[in-house]
């Protein structure tokens, strides 16, 4: 399974901002799907994970209201639609796939990773 993150750049607070995780090399509707981040100089953080359905997701709470996490399976891709951005927000986010039908919180769940797309978000 190949991963390939897109979407990240530089904003304002209060912005909003959508990333997109194209995913290729297996059937996309057998895996979950998640987002991560880790911000400068701290370890890697669960964001967001959908289930393979896409109609189970769950949130990291310093995330929860502002952002959703959604597939297309027709575009083999999962989104992170991220909204009234703050600047602890700032970090390198991750795509990652799991085989399976439930979502996952934890990194060590994941078998795919894609490689990262850094947002920035200015005060």
């Known amino acids: 399974v190949q991963l390939q993150a897109s979407g990240g750049g530089l904003v304002q607070a209060g912005d909003s901002l959508r990333l997109s995780c194209a995913v290729s090399g297996r059937t996309f509707s057998d895996y979950a799907m998640g987002w991560f981040r880790q911000p400068p100089g701290k370890e890697r953080e669960f964001v967001a994970s959908?289930?393979?359905?896409?109609?189970?997701?769950d949130f990291a709470d310093s995330v929860k209201g502002r952002f959703t996490i959604s597939r297309d399976t027709a575009k083999n891709t999962v989104y992170l639609q991220m909204n009234n951005l703050r600047p602890e927000d700032t970090a390198v986010y991750y795509c990652a796939a799991v085989y399976g039908f439930g979502y996952k919180v934890h990194e060590y769940e994941y078998d795919y990773w894609g490689q990262g797309t850094l947002v920035t978000v200015s005060s």
């Open positions: 959908i289930n393979w359905g896409g109609r189970s997701t």
